[in-house]
C-alpha cells in the first residue's frame, strides 16, 4: 500500500489557532485564537492546519480536504448526536486528539493520516472508509462503548495500514473486512473485541499481533486472503476459522485456552509454520474440514478433545509434537483422528492421549512415516471402516489395547514397525470384517491371522 500524503506541506498550509475558551472574535492567528472549530473548518480556507489549545469542542464537524488537525493531551472532538463526529474529506491528517461520541467516531472517503488519536464512546462504528479511501494510522486506540460497534469498518477497495493500534473493550468485531484492498496491521492489540478480525474476501497480513478476552474466533477470514506472522489468540471460541473459499499462510501462529478449537479450517486452504496450540476445547486443537492444511513444525499440548480433526480433507504434515489430550465428553481424545480425504504424516511424536495415538477412518487414505507414539491408552495406529492406513518406520510406546488395529474392512500397511509394553500385543484385526494387513520388518511378535500377510524385505545390494 502506498503511504498515505500528509494533508499538505506546512509552509503552504494556512496556519489557524483555535482555543475553546477564547474570548468571541478571534480572528485565528495565535495572538487571537478562533473559539470554534468549525469556524476554522469552512471550506473556503483550505488547505489549513488548526492548531487546538486543550478543551471540549462540541460536534460534529467536516474536515475538508487539506486539513491537518493537531492537538495536545486534552484537546477533544465530541459529538453528542446520532451521526458522524468529524467526517474527513480528500486528505485529511489528525494528530493528538481524543474524538469521542457520535455513531461513528471518523468516516473517511479520501486519505486519513492518524497519530496519536484516541476515539472512544461510539455506538456504530469507531473508524469508517468509504470505498476508495485510504488509512494510515499510527498509535491509536479504538475503545469500544457499546457491544455491538465495529472498532473499523473497510469496506470494498479501501486500503488501510495500521501500526501500534489499540483495540480496547467488547467490540463485536475490531477490525470487518469487506473485500478490501489491502489492509495490513502491525504491532497491535486486540482486548475483549468478540472477533479481533472479520475478513470477506480481499487481503489482510497481520504481524506481531497479540488478540485475547474475546468470545468468539479470534480471527475469522472467508473469501479472503490472511497471512499472520508472529500472532498469538488466547481466550477466544477459536483463534483462527475460516469459511469457504478462504487462503492462510501463518508463520509462528500461537492459540492459547481456545474455548472449542485451536483452529479451524473449513472449506479452505491453510498453511502453517510453527502453529502452537495449547489447552484447547473440546473440539480439538487443529480441526480441518473440506479443507486442504499443510503444517511444519506443528506443536499441540493440553487438548481436551481430539489433537487433530481432519474430515474430508487432504493435510500434509511434516514435524509434529501432539501431546495430552484428554476425553471429558466422550470424544475418544485420541492424538490425531483423520475422516475420509488424505494424509501424509512424518516426523510426528504423541504422547499421552486419552484415546488412540492416530486413527484412521471412513476411507481416508493415511502415509505416517518417521515417527514415534507413546502412552497411548487404547491404541497405538487404527484403521478402520475402509480406511488405508501405512506405517512406515515408526514405534509404539506403551499402551494398554493393541500397538496396531485394523477393523472392518480397513487395510493396514506395517514397514518397519515396533512395538514395545503394548498391553494387547502387536496387533489386533478383524479378519472376519474384511481387514488386510501387510507386514515388513516388524519387530515384536505378529499373531497367527488369516489376513494378515508377512511380506520379507528385500535383502540389501552388495
Given at each position: 500500500m502506498p503511504e498515505t500524503a500528509a494533508a499538505a506541506p506546512a509552509s503552504q498550509a494556512r496556519m489557524l489557532w483555535v482555543d475553546?475558551?477564547?474570548?468571541?472574535?478571534?480572528?485565528?492567528?495565535?495572538?487571537?485564537?478562533?473559539?470554534?472549530?468549525?469556524?476554522?473548518l469552512l471550506p473556503?480556507?483550505?488547505?489549513?492546519?488548526v492548531q487546538l489549545a486543550p478543551g471540549l469542542y462540541p460536534g460534529p464537524f467536516i474536515a475538508p480536504d487539506g486539513t491537518e488537525l493537531v492537538g495536545g493531551s486534552a484537546a477533544v472532538l465530541t459529538s453528542g448526536g446520532a451521526g458522524t463526529a468529524l467526517e474527513a474529506r480528500g486528505s485529511v491528517s489528525l494528530?493528538?486528539?481524543?474524538?469521542?461520541?457520535?455513531?461513528v467516531g471518523i468516516e473517511a472517503s479520501g486519505a486519513l493520516h492518524l497519530e496519536d488519536v484516541r476515539l472512544s464512546g461510539q455506538r456504530h462504528a469507531g473508524l469508517v472508509l468509504g470505498p476508495a479511501a485510504r488509512l494510515e494510522a499510527r498509535s491509536v486506540v479504538l475503545e469500544a462503548g457499546v457491544s455491538e460497534a465495529v472498532g473499523l469498518l473497510i469496506p470494498p477497495g479501501a486500503t488501510a495500514r495500521l501500526s501500534g493500534v489499540t483495540f480496547e473493550g467488547p467490540w463485536r468485531r475490531g477490525i470487518e473486512g469487506r473485500a478490501p484492498a489491502s489492509l495490513v496491521v502491525a504491532q497491535s492489540g486486540f482486548r475483549g473485541s468478540v472477533t479481533a478480525l472479520h475478513l470477506r474476501g480481499g487481503s489482510a497480513e497481520l504481524t506481531d499481533v497479540v488478540v485475547s478476552e474475546g468470545r468468539g474466533p479470534g480471527l475469522y477470514v472467508a473469501g479472503g486472503s490472511l497471512r499472520l506472522r508472529r500472532v498469538q489468540v488466547s481466550g477466544h471460541e477459536y483463534a483462527l476459522l475460516t469459511g469457504t473459499g478462504a487462503t492462510v499462510e501463518a508463520e509462528d501462529l500461537t492459540s492459547v485456552r481456545a474455548d472449542r478449537a485451536g483452529v479451524g479450517v473449513v472449506n479452505a486452504r491453510a498453511?502453517?509454520?510453527?502453529?502452537?496450540?495449547?489447552?484447547?476445547?473440546t473440539f480439538g486443537g487443529l480441526q480441518g474440514v473440506g479443507a486442504e492444511v499443510t503444517a511444519r513444525a506443528l506443536r499441540i499440548e493440553d487438548i481436551a478433545g481430539l489433537g487433530v480433526s481432519m474430515r474430508d480433507s487432504t493435510f500434509i504434515l511434516d514435524g509434529a509434537t501432539v501431546r495430552r489430550t484428554r476425553d471429558p465428553d466422550g470424544t475418544g481424545g485420541d492424538g490425531l483422528q483423520l475422516r475420509g480425504g488424505r494424509a501424509t504424516l512424518s516426523r510426528l511424536a504423541v504422547d499421552e492421549t486419552a484415546g488412540a495415538c492416530l486413527i484412521a477412518a471412513e476411507a481416508a487414505e493415511v502415509s505416517l512415516s518417521a515417527s514415534t507414539l507413546a502412552h497411548c491408552r487404547t491404541a497405538g495406529v487404527v484403521a478402520e471402516t475402509g480406511a488405508s492406513l501405512t506405517v512406515s518406520e515408526a514405534s509404539v510406546q506403551t499402551t494398554d489395547g493393541p500397538a496396531a488395529v485394523a477393523s472392518g474392512d480397513a487395510q493396514l500397511v506395517l514397514r518397519g514397525f515396533s512395538a514395545a509394553s503394548a498391553g494387547e500385543g502387536l496387533l489386533w484385526a478383524e479378519c472376519s470384517a474384511g481387514a488386510r494387513v501387510t507386514a515388513s520388518d516388524v519387530r515384536g511378535t505378529l499373531p497367527m491371522l488369516p489376513c494378515v500377510q508377512l511380506v520379507r524385505a528385500p535383502a540389501a545390494v552388495p
Open positions: 475553546a475558551h477564547a474570548p468571541e472574535g478571534g480572528d485565528g492567528t495565535e495572538a487571537r485564537p478562533l473559539r470554534r472549530l468549525s469556524d476554522a473556503d480556507s483550505a488547505p489549513r492546519r494528530r493528538r486528539l481524543l474524538v469521542q461520541g457520535g455513531a498453511s502453517f509454520d510453527r502453529l502452537v496450540i495449547r489447552q484447547g476445547g
